[in-house]
């Protein structure tokens, strides 16, 4: 029996877009469909099936071992621990009504690392099977015990590539903080509320000069490219584009990644309407992402991104290049990657650590020194892909898409919601939707944006594939 | 509101059934109720004419769905082992 590997979708702006298991894709017109459907396309139309791998003959080995490798190609191949989210302490300077951790009040005792747990910590890294570490400080505010980072950073000298990245709101930065940010392998990643104007209203309140003053300080003698900021947008109230775009730029930064407030910790309570995807963030993101290509086209001699959209472009054209965790296929939990929490707790996620916070559920692993790997463990990884699910292999972005099994969790309770039911869904949905939109659209401005945020050198004359 | 009323293929009742399944959800901007031989696919954000186009496409995947479902599993299968 011979084999069609192909899902069909209508896209909004009129192409019918065909996608392949293995992510290859084409575009045609409505008289394709209606001729497939009446099982008699055109010679030509079956040799461009057949020559693309999107129709593979029963007797043909070859192209069937062609087709999986193709299909294996993107799926993640999670492989050695080695990347750590560590949380020396849950204690903040700041008190955001939407924090997704719940931090702890800056006085408050009890909700840092004991040297006990530093101990173990240090032990656990001497156990690691790798040559590359990846490790995010995230807090409360971590900056707070540059002690604890520093004996960290130190341990793991023994590796052969080392990468820190530290999640800090900029605030205060003492002689500590500024030694450990000389270091080079380490990152800054910081909040930045869109406008000062909004991250004053969400975040620092009075002393937003204190950190507008940091943020230029760090870049001033860094450059930018140690530094992401990472904008929080409340969909009910946005900010106006330009004026995000403005703030980022004069600071030198290029990425920005737009996130709508997360459905975790005091957001959970203060924020309930972030429970349910909104259309005006898909709004507000097209209107935001249409506006960098515009300026991106007027002047190049910059390329501004919206980072999400980025990693969606890459996860269609470049499989096993994006291990972006929340996008990824299948996504296995506690197995790359791994949070210590200030008590030792073990998280799969930096989500799941938020839902244990919020009371919600318990998705800890067990503790430092422990193994993890049990029950709730392999419970956990059975649900961690979307191979198999009945709307998942009905959807044309299946290869592309990835498994938020907490997401779901955080949200509905359970994992075994119908994942067209889910945020999660929606929203991808609507941002492939869009992400092909633009792939199909002929505006040179729109295909310069795409092939600078794919990293090409030039800008071929078409990215997406047409059968007409 | 656009409303489109197509006549449903008379040879493949099962694959019309899901259908009108999955439209509603991956496209949810879309409803449809069936009458006799006829489908009525109704929106408030679409035209006539991308309901149309909707209710094709979506017919051709349920098809080809369930054509390929068998050796689909069969190629991830053999991936996992």
């Given amino acids: 029996m011979n084999f069609a590997p192909l899902r069909v979708r209508a896209l909004p702006q009129g192409a019918i877009l065909h996608v392949n298991d293995s992510g290859h894709f084409f575009a045609s017109g409505d008289d394709f469909v209606q001729r497939s459907l009446e099982g008699g396309v055109e010679p030509t139309e079956a040799r461009f099936l057949k020559r693309m791998g999107h129709h593979i003959e029963s007797r043909d080995a070859l192209g069937m071992a062609a087709h999986a490798y193709q299909v294996a190609s993107r799926l993640t191949r999670a492989d050695k621990l080695d990347y750590l989210i560590l949380v020396p302490t849950l204690r903040c300077n700041l008190s955001c009504s939407y924090c997704q951790v719940s931090r702890a009040p800056i006085n408050q005792i009890k909700f840092d690392w004991t040297p006990e747990h530093l101990t173990l910590v240090l032990e656990f890294l001497d156990t690691l099977l790798t040559d590359r570490i990846k490790v995010e400080f995230q807090g409360g505010e971590p900056t707070l015990r540059p002690d604890l980072i520093k004996a960290v950073m130190e341990r793991c000298q023994r590796f052969k590539e080392r990468q820190f990245v530290i999640c800090t709101n900029l605030h205060e930065l003492g002689e500590d903080q500024w030694r450990l940010f000389d270091c080079p392998e380490l990152y800054i990643s910081t909040s930045l509320d869109g406008d000062l104007i909004t991250h004053q209203r969400q975040r620092t309140g009075k002393e937003t000069n204190q950190f507008e003053a940091n943020l230029e300080a760090v ?3 860094y450059g930018s490219d140690k530094v992401s900021a990472l904008p929080t947008i409340d969909p009910r109230n946005p900010p106006n584009i330009d004026s995000v775009i403005d703030t980022f730029t004069r600071f030198g930064l290029t990425s920005i990644f737009l996130r709508p407030i997360n ?10 309407y972030a429970r349910d995807p909104h259309m005006r963030w898909n709004e507000y993101h097209q209107n935001f992402v249409r506006k960098l290509i515009q300026r991106n086209w007027i ?14 472009l890459r996860r269609i054209f470049q499989p096993g290049i994006e291990r972006h965790v929340d996008l990824r296929n299948p996504n296995p939990m506690g197995v790359d990657y791994l949070v210590v929490d200030y008590d030792g707790t073990l998280y799969p996620t930096d989500e799941a650590r938020m839902l244990s916070r919020s009371g919600v559920i318990d998705l800890s692993l067990g503790q430092i020194g422990e193994d993890w790997r049990g029950e709730k463990w392999a419970e956990l990884n059975k649900h961690s892909t979307n191979q198999f699910d009945p709307a998942c292999e009905r959807c044309t972005y299946q290869p592309y898409c990835g498994r938020d099994l907490v997401d779901d969790i955080a949200r509905y309770g359970r994992v075994d919601i119908e994942r067209t039911q889910t945020a999660f869904c929606q929203r991808q949905l609507a941002i492939f939707d869009f992400v092909f939109e633009l792939i199909y659209d002929e505006d040179p ?24 | 509101m ?7 293929p008379m040879d493949s009742a099962a694959g019309v059934e899901m259908t009108i399944h999955w439209l509603v959800r991956f496209y949810p901007q879309a409803s449809a109720t069936v009458d006799g031989h006829s489908i009525q696919l109704q929106s408030d954000s679409l035209s006539a004419v991308q309901l149309e186009r909707i209710w094709h496409a979506a017919l051709l995947n349920e098809l080809q769905w369930t054509a390929a479902r068998a050796q689909r599993r069969d190629v991830l299968q053999g991936l996992v082992q």
């Fill in chain 1, 263 to 272: 459905y975790q910790g005091f957001a959970r309570k203060r924020h309930g």
């Fill in chain 2, 2 to 8: 656009a409303r489109c009323v197509l006549k449903l």
């Fill in chain 1, 219 to 221: 870049i001033d003698r």
């Fill in chain 1, 299 to 312: 002047d190049r001699s910059q390329v501004l991104e919206e980072t999400y959209l980025s990693v969606c």
């Fill in chain 1, 445 to 468: 401005a729109t295909q310069y944006s795409l092939s600078r945020w794919l990293r090409l050198d030039g800008t071929p004359a078409s990215l997406g594939q047409r059968l007409s």
